[in-house]
């Protein structure tokens, strides 16, 4: 049984830092590509960044400098260093990988930024 169990968001001031992590289980973790997304009130969810197998990684135009997308194979864990965050950076934010032709996502975990 495929499971994504994101956490680590919370509520920052402009500026600050938060790490988001997605422990996975239930398939070969270092096989997959995986993938943050994020969802703000009103919008579509719509991908943040990703990281392949071989740990290439790509990121949406708005977060590239301040959010870096690893992964630790070992502890079958995908993280989202986000920093200089922003206002417009509140969303939930979701943990996803694609295994053959089904789709999985985590419950995702909520990250308010705001003074």
């Known amino acids: 049984q495929v499971q994504l169990v994101e956490s680590g968001g919370g509520f920052v001031q402009p500026g600050g830092s938060l790490r988001l992590s997605c422990a996975a289980s239930?398939?070969?973790?270092?096989?997959?590509?995986m993938s943050w997304y994020r969802q703000a009130p009103g919008r579509e969810r719509g991908l943040v960044s990703q990281?392949?197998?071989?740990?290439?990684?790509i990121y949406v135009d708005s977060v590239k400098g301040r959010f870096t997308i690893s992964r630790d194979n070992a502890k079958n864990t995908v993280y989202l260093q986000m920093k200089t965050l922003r206002p417009e950076d509140t969303a939930v934010y979701y943990c996803?990988?694609?295994?053959?032709?089904?789709?999985?996502w985590g419950q995702g975990t909520q990250v308010t930024v705001s003074s």
């Open positions: 990281i392949t197998s071989s740990g290439g990684t």
């Open positions: 239930g398939f070969t973790f270092s096989g997959y590509t």
């Open positions: 996803h990988v694609v295994l053959g032709y089904q789709s999985y």
